[in-house]
């Protein structure tokens, strides 16, 4: 069952400005991390933080974590045209045997306007 | 070479076609990964090797069968599939989870895009 839910789906916004996006989870994580896709394109990792951890910064991301309200939120700082992709939260999954498995959510699709 | 390399990048098949999805990784890893990425859906895995073994499969069609000869290589061999079987289909690699060394990243390949007709 999917795990981790982005909002919202779609965001659009001008360069310079920053964008925020949400994911909600529904059972305990192990860590939760962000991957970014450009149209077409392989997924890449951007950031992990665990269960024990309330923020983490990399370089214009900052991801928080809220694990009473099993709630994230990625903010890119001062977008630019190239960050335009789809952003997905991905957890660990409970229902995982083998602690390999991934949920990913559908993804915000993040449009930026020069 | 990129780290994950899949081919080919597109593929059209009729559905009693036989062919042949190939994954290779350059990074060292021993976790391999099928994800299969719908539109409008999220991310469904479907196979997961470690050390050559399957680990994890999700329910996933006998039409498609995996294939992990070696820790750097990873098929997905598909057969007598349906239109709804379109999809871009993303291999990832991965350190062993329950290992020392694990980050929890997944490296991505750019995907294969299947059309069936």
């Known amino acids: 069952s999917q795990q981790g839910e982005e909002d919202p789906q779609a965001l659009s916004i001008q360069e310079g400005e920053n964008a925020t996006m949400n994911c909600s989870y529904k059972?305990?994580?192990?860590?939760l991390q962000w991957y970014r896709q450009n149209s077409g394109r392989g997924l890449v990792h951007l950031i992990l933080?665990?269960?024990?951890?309330r923020e983490k910064h990399s370089g214009r991301l900052r991801v928080t974590l809220d694990t009473s309200k099993k709630s994230s939120s990625l903010l890119i700082t001062a977008s630019r045209a190239a960050d335009t992709a789809s952003y997905f939260c991905?957890?660990?999954?409970?229902?995982?045997?083998?602690?390999?498995?991934?949920?990913f959510g559908k993804g915000t699709s993040l449009l930026v306007t020069p | 070479e990129t780290g994950v390399t899949q081919t080919p990048r597109h593929l059209v098949m009729g559905m009693t076609n036989k062919k042949s999805l190939k994954c290779e990784q350059h990074?060292?890893?021993?976790?391999m990964y099928w994800y299969k990425q719908s539109a409008k859906k999220p991310l469904e895995l479907m196979f997961v090797?470690?050390?050559?073994?399957?680990?994890e499969n999700n329910s996933v069609p006998s039409r498609f069968s995996p294939e992990c000869p070696n820790s750097s290589h990873l098929f997905l061999h598909l057969h007598t599939l349906q239109p709804e079987d379109s999809a871009l289909y993303l291999c990832?690699?991965?350190?062993?989870?329950?290992?020392?060394?694990?980050?929890?990243?997944?490296?991505f390949g750019e995907g294969s895009r299947l059309t069936v007709l």
């Open positions: 990832a690699s991965s350190q062993d989870p329950s290992g020392a060394l694990n980050t929890g990243e997944l490296f």
């Open positions: 059972t305990s994580i192990n860590n």
């Open positions: 933080i665990r269960s024990n951890e």
């Open positions: 991905a957890t660990d999954s409970p229902n995982s045997n083998s602690g390999y498995a991934l949920n």
């Open positions: 990074l060292g890893h021993n976790a």
């Open positions: 090797y470690s050390l050559e073994e399957r680990v």
